[in-house]
């Protein structure tokens, strides 16, 4: 769904307007994510609503944690919407299956950081259990944080 605005705009209100940076905006057209825009008699790049809409598609995906390439097939589903959507539900549960990784790894972090704060006495570093487990890997009750 394009985004209001009241006409083209150039680079920098483009930025404004969708979040991203206009860096990262002439690194996406050069990736090929986004169209490049018409120029103005000037020179200067135009982006209207379409463009925009791709912008904040493209921004949320990333903060989603999308990759690149992801985004990229993800779009191309959008561009043509008579397809079927099993590849953007496969993309989407593979995301969901990092995340579920993540998460677990996080939780077994909290739960290393609990267990060597609780073995701490707050006597000397030479009884200081974080000391210990930070000097020593394999005193660590979970392998994978």
């Known amino acids: 769904m394009p985004i209001d605005v009241p006409g083209d705009v150039p680079i920098g209100e483009a930025a404004r307007v969708s979040g991203v940076k206009v860096p990262t905006i002439r690194y996406y057209e ?12 000037g020179n200067r ?6 463009h925009l809409a791709r912008l904040a598609f493209i921004r949320h995906s990333r ?3 999308f990759e690149i390439e992801a985004i990229r097939t993800l779009l191309d589903l959008q561009d043509n ?17 990092e995340v579920e990784a993540r998460i677990a790894s996080l939780i077994a972090l909290k739960a290393e950081l609990e267990r ?20 020593d890997h394999g005193k660590c009750a979970h392998a994978d944080h």
């Open 63 to 65: 903060q989603l944690g």
């Open 30 to 41: 050069e990736i090929g994510l986004l169209p490049e825009p018409p120029r103005s008699d």
């Open 45 to 50: 790049r135009l982006y209207g609503p379409a």
């Open 81 to 97: 919407p008579g397809q079927p959507c099993s590849p953007a539900d496969s993309i989407a549960r593979r995301r969901l299956d």
């Open 116 to 135: 060597m704060i609780d073995g701490c006495a707050h006597g000397s570093v030479a009884e200081c259990r974080v000391i210990d487990v930070l000097s």
